[in-house]
Structures are given as structure tokens and as C-alpha cells.
């Protein structure tokens, strides 16, 4: 059964006329068509009602969707000088479109917009049965339902597997000094205090001092002598921005929305005022009335908005690399049921370096900052850890990264993971990712297009989260300063005294 499209051309007047010529032009565009594609397998059917071409597509192996706009413009080409005879509008009236896919479906799934969809032997089909506007075939919605379809059928077959990791270096065993969970022992002792909404922490004087200590020891160690420059940037993260880095479609689940107050008239926020001094209770119906539908996130990552203040622009070619970092920004990932002290909340803090430059610049940049990361592991903090190459999910299953290829593959991420004895043995328990280091290729200069005089560009970035590098360093060495390593001991210099609360 081929695919099949019903739809309707209306001119700016009848054609009753034209209609047998306008037939005859059609059989020509139909040969054309497949002398162009070196196929047979299209049929029309053509019928007509005063100012409506209606037209019935039949094609075997295409999308016959694909040849409504060009078929509209060569109507207007060649009966426009010569019979005034516009199309003024194209309607899809009906749709069923088969395609070919590499893997049947495990189970069942839904997609939107589509009426009908089955499985018919080796092809799946899909059925607009509700006439389809001009505008959503145009801007490719057919296309990408297709797209998305299959999409959803890899990740069935790819549901629950890990990512690729390759284990590249790993320091000596350490002996452990202790065995306790950091995060329950500082609470404990009044270093931490969970917050009051979920994920989030209040930090002591202790640990604060701690981390700072470690933010200290970045600037020193890498972002001085590499020349990383300091940017500050917004806390959100617009759709559109998210809409070209794929995080919109990628994690919705895992990010904080961001809703802005619809007015800021008192009068019109009176009632919810009225509600809350009675009832001492927030009123969230009529809350929602005043509040306008989300168009941005609470920052997930940091570095879609260092992009976005490169996009659209031309760089000198002396310029690179650009190396920049942002340590404002405080990052949000709603976690769910998968939170666990400090290592995996949902409010963090992080330093992002971001690198744009060529493949060469950035390889020279990544094995700069890797050496910055050993000396600050191995001397500074004396930790047990361990680097693994790392091929992301959406790169490793769709094809992009293939690992016998040396250009491909010095893209990916390198997953630097600390061992935390409290969790278990080395090798049953789950290490730690305390840090990472990417280089994405041409995804994001690409994506916000990014431009160079004559250079090839490619990008990265390398999140440093102070939260994880605290848990990975106490894990090992404990809470008493006396434990410490010389060199960091002396970083921090005297914690201060807890609080004596009565």
C-alpha cells in the first residue's frame, strides 16, 4: 500500500477554464519528477470544483508531501502571466504515509498530531485523517514526526544501557581514613542544614570556607595561567537559547521553570493578597491566574548562555581561543527521588570554563587543563581517582561517534570519578563523577552560529562542581583537618568555631 496524500489547491479564481491544461501540466511535472529521481512509482489523480485543483498523490517509496510547494510554485510560474491564476492557499486534507524503519517497536508509544499509526509489516504507517494547514507542513512537522518515531524506537532498544566508558588513567590506591558519609556526619555536627525546599542546602561556615579554599586553587591553578577570563551571566536560561542547545527536549523533566508575574498592578493581585493574611495559606488557584505560562528555566548549565553571547557574530581569527568561565550562575536540576546529601542535589554550585577554538587549539586547551587537574588532585588533595573516556547517550547511539575514528574521537566527555569508601569496595561500589572535561565538535558554534574569518570552529566546556569536589576529597580524608594533606591543610588555614546553639 503506498503512501497516500489528498490535497486541495485554491486559486484566486475558477479554473474551470484552465483545467484540462493545467492536467496536462501536471503529467509533466509527474515525468519530470521521475526522470529527476530515476523512479516510477508516483501517480496522480486530479479533479477540480470551480476554484479547487483537488489532487490525489500515490508514491511508493517518497513522501509525497515533499512535492506540494514546489508543484505550487511552478502552477504560479506557468499560469500566472499567462491565465492571472494564483494559488492562494494548499490544504493536506488527508495523509497516510508509510516509511521504512531499521527496528520494530518493543512496545507501545504515542505521538502527537498523528490520528492513526500502525505497524503494517515491514513499514509503519502513519494517517492524518484532520486536514493539515499550509504552515505545519512547510515548517517540516511531517518530517519531524517521522524523525521523532524513530527516535523513540532507538531509545526502546537502548533503554537502561549504560553509556560507553573506557577507563583512561587511575592514581594509586589510597588507604581511607574513614568510612562515614560526609554529608550525614557535617550535618551531624552542624556544618550543613538541609533548606527548606527540596535538593537545597545551607552551608556553614566550615564547609563554606572549605569550598572556597577549592575555588581558590581553580583560579590559581587554571584559570589564571591558562587564561581563562571571567564572565557574569543570567541565572536563566531562555526556551529559545535551550532550543538550539536540544536541553528543551533533551532533560524537561529535569529543569526549573521559570514564570513571570502577568502584572504588576496591585489592584489585580488584591484577592490572593485577601486569601493569604486570612487563611495564612498560599493560595495556589489563584496564584496560577496571575502568573504567565513558563518561557525560561532556572539555569541548568552555564554554558548555553556564554553561546548565546557569541551568536550570530564573527570572530577574528586571532582571537582563539576563546577561553571564558562564569562562576555566578548557581546551577538547578530537579532530582527527583535521587537525591543524596551534597553529591546529588538539586541546587549546586560550579565553575564553567568554556573553550571555542579550532579542533587543534582545543585539544592543546583540553590536555592543559587535564595536566591542571592531576597536579590538583594527586598533590593538593591527595585523592583515589581515575579517568574514563565517556561517550554521551544521544552521541553514542546515533551514529556520530564511532571509535576507530581518530577525528571522532577526540569529541566526547572524559568523566573524572573519585572512589568513596562509605559507599562500599572499590570495585563493587559506584564512583563518584566529581568532574568533567567535553569537547562537543561543531554542535554548539553551529547551533548559534558562531563564526571565525577563515577558521573551522569547535567548541567545549568543563564544569567544576565545588559541592562534588568537597564530598570526593571528605569522603577520603575525613572532617578533621589534622588528616588533611599538608598543601590543602594549609589552603584552608583554621576552620571556624560551630555555633553553640541553646
Known amino acids: 500500500m503506498p503512501s497516500t496524500l489528498k490535497a486541495e489547491f485554491l486559486f484566486n479564481k475558477d479554473i474551470s477554464a484552465q483545467i484540462k491544461e493545467i492536467k496536462q501540466f501536471l503529467d509533466e511535472f509527474k515525468t519530470g519528477l521521475e526522470k529527476k529521481h530515476a523512479q516510477k512509482d508516483m501517480k496522480f489523480t486530479v479533479s477540480h470544483e470551480k476554484d479547487k485543483l483537488k489532487l490525489e498523490i500515490f508514491y511508493d517509496t517518497g513522501f509525497p508531501h515533499a512535492v506540494l510547494f514546489q508543484l505550487r510554485n511552478k502552477l504560479n510560474q506557468n499560469f500566472g502571466k ?8 494548499v490544504v493536506v486534507s488527508h495523509y497516510k504515509l508509510q516509511f521504512g524503519l531499521e527496528k520494530s517497536p518493543l512496545h507501545d508509544f504515542t505521538i502527537p498530531y498523528v490520528d492513526d499509526f500502525k505497524l503494517d509489516e515491514d513499514k509503519f504507517e502513519i494517517t492524518f485523517s484532520k486536514p493539515l494547514e499550509e504552515s505545519f507542513v512547510k515548517k517540516n512537522f511531517v518530517n519531524r514526526i517521522v524523525r521523532r518515531i524513530r527516535e523513540k524506537i532507538d531509545q526502546q532498544y537502548y533503554a537502561g544501557k549504560g553509556e560507553f566508558a573506557e577507563i583512561l588513567w587511575a592514581s594509586e590506591k589510597k588507604e581511607p581514613i574513614w568510612n562515614e558519609d560526609p554529608s550525614r556526619v557535617m550535618v551531624e555536627k552542624g556544618w550543613l542544614q538541609l533548606g527548606r525546599t527540596k535538593g537545597k542546602w545551607f552551608f556553614g561556615p566550615q564547609i563554606t570556607k572549605i569550598i572556597r579554599a577549592m575555588e581558590q586553587i581553580v583560579k590559581r591553578e587554571i584559570i589564571k595561567p591558562l587564561g581563562f577570563q571571567e564572565v557574569i551571566e543570567p541565572h536563566h536560561e531562555s526556551f529559545s537559547t535551550l532550543l538550539k542547545t536540544g536541553h528543551l527536549e533533551g532533560v524537561p523533566m529535569e529543569v526549573y521553570y521559570v514564570c513571570e508575574p502577568k502584572t504588576r498592578n496591585p489592584e489585580e493581585w488584591e484577592t490572593f493578597i485577601d486569601y493569604l493574611k486570612i487563611s495564612r495559606e498560599v493560595p495556589h488557584e489563584e496564584l496560577s491566574k496571575l502568573l504567565s505560562p513558563p518561557n525560561a528555566i532556572n539555569c541548568y548549565v552555564q554554558c548555553p548562555n556564554i553561546y548565546e553571547f557569541f551568536s550570530g557574530k564573527t570572530i577574528g581569527d586571532d582571537q582563539f581561543p576563546i577561553l571564558v568561565y562564569d562562576r555566578s550562575a548557581v546551577s538547578n536540576r530537579y532530582e527527583s527521588g535521587g537525591r543524596h546529601g551534597i553529591e546529588r542535589m538539586d541546587e549546586f554550585h560550579r565553575m564553567e570554563l568554556v573553550y571555542i577554538g579550532t579542533m587543534e587549539q582545543l585539544v592543546e586547551v583540553k590536555d592543559k587543563i587535564i595536566e591542571k587537574y592531576k597536579y590538583i588532585f594527586n598533590d593538593i588533595l591527595d585523592l583515589e581517582w581515575r579517568m574514563a573516556w565517556v561517550t554521551p547517550f ?5 551514529g556520530i561517534l564511532e571509535l576507530d575514528d581518530a577525528k571522532q574521537r577526540i569529541k566526547g566527555t572524559i568523566d573524572f570519578e573519585a572512589y568513596l569508601p562509605y559507599r562500599g569496595t572499590r570495585e563493587d561500589s559506584e564512583w563518584l563523577e ?25 567548541s567545549g566546556c568543563s564544569g567544576i562542581g565545588l559541592e562534588r569536589w568537597s564530598v570526593a576529597f571528605l569522603a577520603q580524608k575525613g572532617l578533621d583537618p589534622d588528616n588533611w594533606p599538608k598543601k590543602f591543610r594549609k589552603e584552608v588555614g583554621d576552620l571556624p568555631k560551630i555555633f553553640n546553639f541553646f
Open 434 to 458: 566529581f568532574q568533567n572535561l567535553s569537547i562537543v565538535g561543531d554542535k554548539y558554534t553551529k547551533a548559534f552560529n558562531i563564526k571565525a574569518q577563515r577558521l573551522d570552529l569547535w
Open 394 to 398: 544521544y552521541l553514542q547511539h546515533s
Open 82 to 89: 499567462k491565465h492571472r491564476l494564483t494559488v492562494k492557499k
